[in-house]
């Protein structure tokens, strides 16, 4: 059964770093793309982050946060990472992972919220 757990997420100040992780189970990390999400209170879903399969392969970001955050995988671990630095108060957000296109199973997510 496809089951993702993410973890991670917490309260930090501006300019501050997360590391978030996603633990998965089943076949979804396995010979797929897979990539972070997020979604703020009253906006849709978005990709942020892709990693392809190949560990030193094909990275994506989306503008918002290209040069702060690192997307990263451990094949072996069937666990994808998210390094986060410079954290800006917009980018407060329950973040997921999942496969890219994302597939049917969701895990609960982690909030990420940045304040002082």
């Known amino acids: 059964q496809e089951q993702l757990v993410e973890s991670g997420g917490g309260l930090v100040q501006p300019g501050g770093s997360l590391r978030l992780s996603c633990a998965a189970s089943?076949?979804?990390?396995?010979?797929?793309?897979m990539g972070w999400y997020r979604q703020a209170p009253g906006k849709q879903r978005d990709v942020v982050a892709i990693?392809?399969?190949?560990?030193?392969?094909?990275?994506n970001y989306a503008n918002s946060v290209k040069g702060r955050f690192t997307i990263s995988r451990d094949n072996a671990k069937n666990t994808l990472y998210l390094q986060m630095n410079a954290l800006k108060p917009e980018d407060t957000a329950v973040y997921y992972c999942?496969?890219?296109?994302?597939?049917?199973?969701w895990g609960q997510g982690t909030q990420v919220s940045v304040s002082s």
């Open positions: 089943g076949t979804i990390f396995s010979f797929r793309t």
């Open positions: 990693a392809t399969i190949f560990i030193g392969g094909t990275t």
């Open positions: 999942n496969s890219v296109p994302a597939g049917p199973y």
